[in-house]
């Protein structure tokens, strides 16, 4: 079993920027990719950024793409994301999610991860 606590959200201006944190237990975490999905309300879960077992292999939605940043320490079991230039829309409940599925990229899809947190609430005002 995996477990995973995220963590660090909060309320910032809108131009401010946070950084969410989530901590891996349980197994291997250094084998699987991790990512970070969010959802608002009334909407689907939506991808924002993965990240490989390398570290060096990530990837970004577009509307996250040059302000964000997804980075993993394997000695903490811990993947973070930090959150710059946060704009209303970025408004949600964060999610870090573990991947077994072996793939050669970093999968998008909700479906492909068997892990989550429970999620943290980032809201932005304007």
């Known amino acids: 079993q995996v477990q995973l606590v995220d963590s660090g959200g909060g309320l910032v201006q809108a131009g401010g920027s946070l950084r969410l944190s989530c901590a891996a237990s349980?197994?291997?975490?250094?084998?699987?990719?991790m990512g970070w999905f969010r959802q608002a309300p009334g909407k689907e879960r939506e991808f924002v950024a993965g990240i490989r077992e390398s570290a060096s292999n990530t990837r970004y939605a577009d509307s996250v793409k040059d302000r964000f940043a997804i980075s993993r320490d394997h000695a903490k079991n811990t993947v973070y994301l930090q959150m710059n230039s946060l704009k209303p829309e970025d408004t949600a409940v964060y999610y870090c999610?573990?991947?077994?599925?072996?793939?050669?990229?970093?999968?998008?899809?909700?479906?492909?991860?068997?892990?989550w947190g429970r999620g943290t609430q980032v809201t932005v005002s304007s």
């Open positions: 349980g197994r291997t975490f250094s084998s699987y990719a």
């Open positions: 999610a573990l991947s077994t599925v072996i793939m050669a990229i970093i999968p998008p899809s909700p479906t492909s991860y068997n892990y």
